[in-house]
Each structure stands twice: as structure tokens, then as C-alpha cells.
């Protein structure tokens, strides 16, 4: 990252490159990618499916399951404390405690034989030390806080006779039990209609807002990421190909991929309204990894160096910056929709 | 939960009245007739005696005559076997083979369910390669031959020892006990473990256990809050039909360690043409096994929150 930035970041992931063993072969997922997460401050990893946003995450959450996975370089730096392949930092867990984890299908991701109140409860059982009786009490304040109503009484029931969308609450609710820095949520609303979408959304915030907690959001879907965040890491087969501050993505994209995911992305806006355009070609196959950029088959802008080389970083800002050849100075004619860094 | 138990019995009713009519026709069409015997004896004897059971009696009257003493709890008498009611030979010999069955099943349930979570636990390590083995073997090798062999071992662990530490047969104490429950419950023992592991491997798979690692929970809790309790349902689903395979494979495992039990009673009663005893012990038997599969089924709706016992 930047060198501009020399105090300690929350988390900073660097170089990480994770693979998966398959009968196919060499799986890697993750090539390389780094970021870092504020305190307070929400990151959106972005990118289609496929591309490593979950692998990169789960990772740092210890969730790869090992073997077939392995991470092969790389380090995640909690407060300046390394957390891959570690349990526990600074004499506390990790997983549950430092960091909160929600996931993409509420449904599925609680325990159906065991009531939604114990299983918030457990986590304070186990990394505070409460009694069970004094965990099941906070479990009934913290739905309340997730704004489940008759707390008390739905503390009690199962996760069938929850909605999805109070189940994903009650995910929140159960991540924040212990109250961690880092919310990390894996494509939180791709399984909710959209107005429980908004309401989740919401509740994200306003709890962000009372704890300071970070989050990093895992997403393909930009009209979440408009709402939800400060900074955007976009991820292409692997890697990260660009990274900025939201509107830096949003206003001023500098990468084709970028460009290509904005064309796709329908608009209320009446003025900005434009034909949607689907991005041609499918993603690179990972195991024989591109040598070059792993845009380059369906970037309308690929030059002969794109299949060859990767790209180095290009910064167009502070903390803007793209991947992508095109931003080099010998590139004399630069596409229209991307934002080039006028040279003074 | 009691509208439903209620229910349940009714309908448990309903199937014992239709296994009690299946077996009244079923026996009344069996070639031969209870009074033909080696001695011989004059039609009007014959007639008197026939007139005296009401074997002279429409099929239709003798089928109500039947039920109606069904109904009273009256099983009959004998047909071979001197002075003894069904009912006195049941209630005589069931307690034994129901003290074998449950045996077996208790022993067959814990160890399918240790043998299944070690296997999924180790899954394609050795551990679950023998265990695995171990299982096919215990499906395909039919009971009498395991039941054999048990004792030929059994055999020779005394003649080592140079001591009786385990009766090879008979009936009489917990030891005499043992060896047969194994062997009764051994088929059902490795079928229980090939679904348990199934279940087990499904469920470490699914999105909740990962919610729970990331939750941080130690693998311990994992194991018995998350994994076990939901991998077991299926389990207890195949317990109910188990009972029967259980019970009926008691026969032979009766049999071959001289076990007096009501299966062996109920084998020889076929073989002499027995006819009230067979009535009355498939009845019985069928009574039994609607009684164990109610039972099931409310321990599962306790188990599992999700089934509704009202629906």
C-alpha cells in the first residue's frame, strides 16, 4: 500500500495468495491481494463470482478448510499482530471475538435444533466467561439491539419460525455478541428481497456508528456498495485490479473491469440512464493462471503487453490506484471511459 | 402433542386390527385342519368336536368369535403345547426376547452412532477404512453365521482360560446375555453406522458448522452442540423399523444360543401347525412394533424442533 499512510492500519492483508488442491489440479483462488481496514471505516470487496472475495476473507477468518486449501504467502495483520493460521492474538480468540462473521444465506447458516437465544449466547460462553444464564440474557439484549421485536419470547424459538430476514439479524446480533472490531459480511443480502435488503443495510450502519466497528463487505452488488462504503477493492481472477475511495470507483474508474461492471449496472437516475452492457467472455481459468492481466481476453482496450506482463500498480490518488497498462506514460491514446491522472 | 398421540394410537389400532384379520384368513387358508391327527377318529366325534370349537360355524361367524375375543385379551388356547394359553406362553417367554431386542438395539444405536462420527471424523484415513470394512462385513454375513462362529470363539476363550468366563448358551444371568445382543444387533449396528457417518459428513459440510468455527467455538462444542444432535435424526427416523428387523432376527440368534424366547417359540408353532400360538404371537408382534414406531416417532418430534406434533 502507499507508503503515505505510516500509521498502523486495524488489518492489513498483504501479498495474500491462497490455493485449493482439486482433482483437477492447482486451484489459486486468491493471487495476491492486498488491502488494509480502518477502524470505523467500511471496505467493499467487489467482484463477480469466482473472482476470490470469499476465499480471501474466510482465510483470514481460518475458514479454509485445510487441506485441500493452503495459503502459500501472505500475511493479515490484526493491530500489527499476524492472524493467519493463528487462533488467538494478544490472549484473545480471534474467530468470534476480535473478528464477527456474517454470511450469505441466513437460512442455512444457523443451527436448526438449537433455540436462535443459545446460539448468540454461546460465544459469549465461551470468550467472555459468562454463565449460561447471564450469556442467554444478553442474547435477548443484543436481538433487541438488532431490532428484533419480543426479544424476550423469539430468544426462546427456533430458526424456522424466523423470517430471513430476521434471521440475518439475529446473525448480526450473534457476530457482535463480543463485541469485534471487524465485521466481516460475505454478501449479507444476496439471499433477501430487497426492501429487507435496505433494513439490514440500515442496521449495519447505525450499528457501525454506535461501536466503531470496521466492516468489510464482501458484494457483486454496486448499489450496496454505493450505499454502504468508504473504500472499494475491486477483484478480478484473484487479484486486486483496482482500489479507491467509493467515489474514486464510482466517479473516476481506472480499470476496464470497473468501467465494464459500472456499464452493466442499471440506473434510476433518469440522466444517467444508459443501455446496460454485459461484460462478454467469462472469467480466466485458474488453474493455468493468466501470466498477463487476467482482464486482458475480454478487455476491449488489450494491448499486446496485457497478455505478457502483469500490470504494475498505477496511482491515481492518494489512495487510488489501478492496475492496468494502460495508464502507462508510453499509452498515448487513453480510452474515453476510463479516468487517466493528468500529467503536469 | 396430545391430540397428535391420540391420533397415533387410533391409527395404530386400525393397522393391529387389519395385521389380526390378514392373519385369521391367512391361517384359515393354510392346508390341513387343527383336528387332523395321528389318531384316528370317527366322523361323529369329529362332527361333536367341530361343533364344540365352532369350527362348523360360517367362516364369518368364526371370524367374529375371534375378534371379539381379541378384543377381551384372550388369545386362545394351545393347540400343541398342554394346558397353556397363548396368552400365559407370551407372557412367559416375551419378557425374554424383549430384554434380548432392547438390548440389541441400545447396543446397536451407541455403537452406530461412536462407529459412524469416528468414521467421519477420520474420514478416508485408516480408521474409517477398517470401520468401514468391519461394516459391509456385518450387513452381508447373515446373523446364524456370525451367531456360529461367536460361539466357536466363545469356545475357545474358555478352553484358553481354562474357565467358563462367558456361557456359550443358555439363559440365566447378564453373561448368558451378552454375545446374543451383540449378534442381534450387529446388522443393525453397521447399517446405523454407514448412515450416521453419511449424516455426519453431510452435516460438516453445512453452512451452520461454519458459522459456528467462525463463532470461534472450540471443536469439542462443535462436535457435540452442532454436529451430533442433527446428524442423529436420521438415526432415530430408521430406529422404528429397526425394532422389527430386530425382533425377527431374533429368531435365529434365539435358536442358535437355546435362548427360551417367544421368537423361538413362535418358529416352532409354525413348524407344528400351531394355530392359535401363531395368531397370537404375529398379532402380538405386530402390536409391538406399531407400539415402538409411535414411540419413535414422538422421541423424533422432541429431538427435532422442526417437526410439529399437532400437524
Not at chain 1, 454461546?122 to 459468562?130: D, W
Not at chain 1, 424459538?157 to 463480543?178: D, K, N, T, V
Not at chain 1, 454506535?210 to 468489510?216: F, V
Not at chain 2, 446375555?177 to 450416521?196: C, D, I, K, N
Request: proline share 6%; net charge negative; aromatic share 8%.
Amino acid at each position: 500500500m502507499s507508503a503515505s499512510s505510516k500509521q498502523q492500519k486495524l488489518l492489513e492483508v498483504e501479498n495474500l495468495a491462497v490455493e485449493f488442491d482439486t482433482y483437477g489440479g492447482v486451484v489459486k483462488a486468491v493471487r495476491g491481494v492486498d488491502f488494509t481496514v480502518d477502524q470505523g471505516e467500511t471496505l467493499a470487496i467487489v467482484g463477480e463470482s469466482g473472482c476470490g472475495k470469499s476465499v480471501t476473507v474466510q482465510s483470514i477468518m481460518g475458514l479454509i478448510p485445510m487441506p485441500p486449501g493452503r495459503i502459500t504467502e501472505g500475511s493479515a495483520r490484526l493491530r500489527g499482530h499476524e492472524v493467519l493460521g493463528r487462533n488467538a492474538i494478544d490472549g484473545k480468540d480471534i474467530r468470534g471475538s476480535e473478528i464477527g462473521m456474517i454470511f450469505q444465506d441466513p437460512m442455512t447458516s444457523l443451527n436448526p435444533t438449537m433455540t436462535i437465544g443459545d446460539q448468540i449466547a454461546e460465544p459469549l460462553q465461551v470468550h467472555r466467561g459468562y454463565s449460561y444464564q447471564g450469556a442467554f440474557k444478553e442474547a435477548v439484549n443484543l436481538l433487541e439491539m438488532s431490532k428484533i421485536p419480543e426479544a424476550a419470547k423469539r430468544a426462546k424459538q427456533y430458526p424456522f419460525e424466523f423470517s430471513g430476514g430476521m434471521l440475518q439479524r439475529a446473525m448480526i446480533a450473534m457476530a457482535l455478541s463480543c463485541k469485534p472490531s471487524i465485521l466481516i459480511a460475505d454478501e449479507p443480502t444476496t439471499a433477501l428481497d430487497v426492501t429487507i435488503q435496505a433494513q439490514i443495510l440500515d442496521l449495519m450502519q447505525d450499528l457501525q456508528k454506535e461501536t466503531g466497528m470496521a466492516i468489510i463487505l464482501i458484494t457483486h452488488d454496486l448499489g450496496v456498495v454505493a450505499r454502504m462504503a468508504d473504500e472499494v477493492a475491486v477483484m478480478y481472477a484473484g487479484k486486486v485490479v483496482e482500489h479507491g475511495t467509493v467515489d474514486d470507483v464510482f466517479y473516476r474508474p481506472a480499470h476496464p473491469y470497473t468501467v465494464g461492471l459500472k456499464d452493466a449496472m442499471p440506473n434510476n437516475d433518469r440522466e444517467l440512464q444508459h443501455e446496460l452492457k454485459p461484460i462478454e467472455g467469462s472469467p480466466p481459468d485458474l488453474f493455468s493462471p493468466p501470466v498477463g492481466c487476467g482482464y486482458c481476453p475480454r478487455c476491449p482496450h488489450a494491448m499486446n503487453i496485457c497478455g505478457n506482463r502483469h500490470p504494475i500498480d498505477y496511482f491515481l490518488g492518494d489512495h487510488h490506484f489501478s492496475r492496468c497498462w494502460l495508464h502507462a506514460e508510453q499509452v498515448t491514446e487513453k480510452p474515453e471511459s476510463l479516468y487517466v491522472r493528468e500529467h503536469n | 402433542m396430545w391430540t397428535y398421540s391420540i391420533k397415533r394410537v387410533i391409527q395404530g389400532i386400525i393397522t393391529v386390527w387389519f395385521i389380526a384379520t390378514a392373519t385369521f384368513f391367512a391361517m384359515h387358508s393354510v392346508p390341513g385342519d387343527p383336528l387332523l391327527n395321528d389318531r384316528a377318529m370317527s366322523p361323529e366325534i369329529r362332527a361333536n368336536l367341530e361343533a364344540k370349537y365352532g369350527l362348523d360355524q360360517p367362516l364369518l361367524t368364526q371370524y367374529v368369535v375371534y375378534m371379539t375375543n381379541l378384543v377381551r385379551g384372550d388369545l386362545g388356547i394351545s393347540f400343541v403345547h398342554e394346558n397353556q394359553s397363548v396368552n400365559d406362553i407370551i407372557s412367559e417367554r416375551f419378557p425374554v426376547s424383549a430384554i434380548l431386542g432392547i438390548l440389541a438395539l441400545f447396543i446397536a444405536a451407541i455403537g452406530g452412532v461412536i462407529w459412524g462420527a469416528l468414521t467421519a471424523l477420520y474420514r478416508n484415513q485408516l480408521p474409517d477404512y477398517i470401520i468401514m470394512f468391519l461394516v459391509i462385513l456385518g450387513i452381508s454375513v447373515p446373523s446364524f453365521v456370525v451367531a456360529a462362529l461367536s460361539q466357536l470363539f466363545l469356545v475357545n476363550v474358555n478352553e484358553l482360560a481354562g474357565r467358563t468366563l462367558l456361557p456359550v448358551a443358555g439363559w440365566g444371568s447378564v453373561l448368558h446375555l451378552l454375545v446374543p445382543a451383540l449378534v442381534l444387533g450387529l446388522s443393525t449396528m453397521a447399517y446405523l453406522t454407514r448412515l450416521m457417518r453419511s449424516s455426519m459428513l453431510e452435516i460438516t459440510n453445512s453452512d451452520f458448522i461454519r458459522t459456528a468455527k467462525a463463532k470461534g467455538l472450540p471443536p469439542a462444542r462443535i462436535f457435540t452442540r452442532h454436529q451430533l444432535r442433527n446428524a442423529i435424526l436420521p438415526v432415530v427416523t430408521v430406529l422404528g423399523p429397526q425394532v422389527a428387523i430386530i425382533t425377527t432376527g431374533g429368531f435365529v440368534v434365539e435358536i442358535v444360543f437355546a435362548i427360551p424366547g417367544l421368537g423361538r417359540f413362535f418358529v416352532e408353532a409354525v413348524q407344528q401347525l400351531d394355530y392359535t400360538v401363531i395368531m397370537g404371537t404375529t398379532v402380538f408382534y405386530g402390536a409391538f412394533l406399531v407400539v415402538m414406531v409411535i414411540l419413535v416417532d414422538l422421541i423424533y418430534g422432541y429431538i427435532d424442533p422442526r417437526i410439529k406434533l399437532e400437524q
